[in-house]
């Protein structure tokens, strides 16, 4: 059976990590209770497992599905729901490059990767970003989901913000709703936008009228 120490030091092996086997799987564990932070309701071990299956499942749109991967694995590795902006994304970005730059990935490769996950806080990519376009799509699944799924992931995204007020949450959630409505696409890889993009926005609209 693959643990996701497993998926995590293969993943990192094929982006070019040096770092011996006792050393990668420490470091996966190390992720692991990060993603595990009691903060966490929907940002957690579950979340990254959807992320690196629909990236596994999809690995073949990616040119470097192994970067893609690592950047799943590290896209919320800084997680505080009372963080301003993007500020998670950004400390999310510099601790991957400061993480596999110990790890021995090459520099290049460790900062394309941080390149990735700063992707995740608008999830607007160039056009020819395939892997770009990959990690915001598996991060945005969630969305295309049947609707108790969905209701459940709202919840969970609530009890993150339990410290936000009513009226103060329902307008900044909203806010979101309309940023991910008004892109071009939800999805970007056509394969994906075909299978999610109308229930997506379906279940985006259907949310925001709750939000009045």
Not at 83 to 110: I, K, W
Request: hydrophobic share 45%.
């Amino acid at each position: 059976m693959t643990t996701h120490v497993d998926r995590w030091v293969r993943a990192a092996r094929g982006a070019g990590a040096g770092a011996d086997d006792s050393d990668l799987a420490a470091a996966g564990e190390y992720l692991l209770t990060r993603w595990s932070e009691p903060q966490r309701q929907y940002h957690t071990v579950a979340h990254l497992t959807a992320v690196l299956d629909v990236i596994d499942e999809h690995a073949g749109l990616a040119p470097g599905p192994d970067l893609v991967r690592l950047a799943a694995w590290l896209h919320d590795a800084v997680y505080d729901p009372r963080a301003l902006g993007d500020a998670n994304e950004r400390d999310s970005a510099e601790f991957a490059e400061g993480l596999l730059a110990t790890l021995g990935v090459p520099a290049a490769t460790a900062a394309e990767v941080a390149r990735l996950v700063g992707l995740t806080a608008g999830h607007a990519t160039d056009e020819d970003d395939l892997d770009g376009e990959l990690l915001c799509d598996a991060d945005l699944a969630i969305l295309a989901s049947a609707p108790d799924d969905y209701a459940a992931y709202t919840a969970a995204i609530r009890r993150e913000y339990a410290h936000v007020p009513d009226d103060a949450f329902r307008g900044g959630r909203a806010q979101v709703l309309k940023a991910l409505l008004e892109l071009p696409s939800i999805y970007r890889h056509p394969p994906l936008r075909a299978a999610w993009e109308d229930r997506a926005r379906a279940n985006l609209e259907a949310e925001l009228k709750t939000l009045g």
